[in-house]
């Protein structure tokens, strides 16, 4: 399969809708393909933070009720028959005879024909804002996903050490820019090392820290126009994201770490490279 095919069969191969010899394909596709696996990771990641917060409400019962009772009312009401035992021919409104043609209809099959429209109207209004997010929304998927990626593939690091003058060079020699690092050990942030990854189509910079348990992803990359200047802090899927622009680059923090652990290392790690 190539990638535009696995691109048609993505949404099929989420929602286990394709044949086991498909799927197979499709899999052994992904671990070969670096740009398919990454695709799939974000619409996972998306399907999961769309499945969290998609509000559900329920009908109230007195609504049902009333639609009951009046399907019922015009169901029973039958036109009365003529001395020689022939259907009168009365004059119908438009809008009647398309009443009519409902309300002939056994009821199982009116709620299958209600719950079908009702499932029109909410993807033709939904639907299209759910599969274009906005610019910030897909970003801070992709940093999920590589977050968690990191943790699940045993990926963490390509350079493993906690001596920033180990990791720098590495980076350097690997990346079209220079991205400051900084060991916080003696703040309670050990530098566990550093490693490639790729987002919002260009190479990036992450730097792995730890907190007593728990992993920091720092992604960083020269900014672009597009960058927001604006500090930003997100909660995603029980993560927390923290965006920032210092001089000539943008940062990502990505963790499970509590919002003011994650805001102490901003500010830990900014007080270093200023000071360097």
Known sequence: MNCQEIADLMDGYLD???????????????????KCEEAYEVETAMAHAISQAAPYYKAPLELRE??????????????????????PLPVRRPEAVRRGVFFDMPWNWLALAAAIAVAAIVASSFLPRL???????F??????ASHIRSL????????????????KPWLDLKLDFAAP???LSGDGFPLIGGRLDYLD??????????????????????????????QKAVTRQGYNLLQWVDGDFTYWAVSDVNSAD???FKQLFEGQVLHR
């Open 16 to 34: 286990g809708e394709l044949d086991a010899l498909t799927s197979q394909k499709i899999e052994q596709h992904l671990r070969n393909c670096h």
């Open 66 to 87: 009333r639609i009951q009772v009046s399907l019922r009312e015009a169901i029973g009401a039958t036109p009365s028959r003529g001395a020689a035992g022939e259907d």
């Open 131 to 137: 599969r274009q997010p906005g610019a910030d929304q």
């Open 139 to 144: 970003l801070a998927t992709q940093l999920i």
């Open 152 to 167: 699940m593939a045993n990926h963490l690091t390509d350079v493993a050490s906690s001596d920033q003058h180990t990791v």
């Open 181 to 183: 690092v900084v060991n």
């Open 201 to 230: 189509n260009h190479s990036v910079a992450a730097l792995v820290y730890q907190r007593r348990k728990h992993f920091i992803n720092l992604f960083i990359w020269p900014t672009t126009p597009e960058d927001s200047k604006t």
């Open 262 to 264: 994650l805001q102490s």
